[in-house]
Antibody, heavy 115, light 108 residues
Framework: QVQLVQSGAEVKKPGASVNVSCKSS????MHWVRHAPGQGLEWMGV????????TYAQKFQGRVTMTRDTSTKRIYMEMSGLRSDDTAVYYC????????????WGQGTTVTVSS | SYELTQPPSLSVSPGQTARITCSGN??????AHWYQQKAGQAPVLVIY???ERPSGIPERLSGSKTGTTVTLTITGVQAEDEADYYC???????????FGGGTKLTVL
């Protein structure tokens, strides 16, 4: 049974950076999705199993970096230049086979951006 | 920009059938997937590849596709089905995932 365990909640000031981690049982394609208050789900990007390729939603290009440590099976999502509208729950989610579906989700990490 | 369109809300009584639609021009050639998200919880994949049901998902949840519209059908709605439901497919170029705006299902 695949489980994804994410790091704890973060509180950051505007302009700061945040690094959220996700621990997996194996190296899969891993997506990051966020859910802002009162909004829908928003796909941010995906990293491949070996960690040598990541692709990002256009909205986040230049501000988000996804990396992974294959030896520890941890995946990281770093976002810089935080703004108040980045306040959201951030999820890692395992890619399903050869589709864009996401079949296992982490428990979510709340990131609050406030001065 | 390309969008997947869902109704914002739907209300049904227990035991009735709920049908949640999602429309998009690329749906005839791209798979659609559905997620259930209950308040304060992570999303759960309930339908993938238009009609497939992951293990552990009740048979009363089913998916279908006709042209540019996919539908999530919940037969015999129960109180526990109250949640937000999101469709997901690919963007207009098929190069990245895209979520619909979500539908809030209320069980009366």
């Amino acid at each position: 049974q695949v489980q994804l365990v994410q790091s704890g909640a973060e509180v950051k000031k505007p302009g700061a950076s945040v690094n959220v981690s996700c621990k997996s049982s194996a190296n899969y394609y891993m997506h990051w999705v966020r859910h802002a208050p009162g909004q829908g789900l928003e796909w941010m990007g995906v990293i491949n199993p070996s960690g040598d390729f990541a692709t990002y939603a256009q909205k986040f290009q230049g501000r988000v970096t996804m990396t992974r440590d294959t030896s520890t099976k941890r995946i990281y999502m770093e976002m810089s230049g935080l703004r108040s509208d980045d306040t959201a729950v951030y999820y890692c989610a395992k890619g399903e086979g050869d589709t864009w579906a996401m079949d296992v989700w982490g428990q979510g990490t709340t990131v609050t951006v406030s001065s | 920009s390309y969008e997947l369109t869902q109704p914002p809300s739907l209300s049904v009584s227990p035991g009735q059938t709920a049908r949640i639609t999602c429309s998009g021009n690329t749906l005839p050639k791209e798979h659609a997937h559905w997620y259930q998200q209950k308040a304060g919880q992570a999303p759960v994949l309930v339908i993938y590849k238009d009609t497939e049901r992951p293990s552990g998902i009740p048979e009363r949840l089913s998916g279908s596709k006709t042209g540019t519209t996919v539908t999530l059908t919940i037969t015999g709605v129960q109180a526990e089905d109250e949640a937000d439901y999101y469709c997901q497919s690919a963007d207009s170029r098929g190069t990245s995932p895209l979520f619909g705006g979500g539908t809030k299902l209320t069980v009366l």
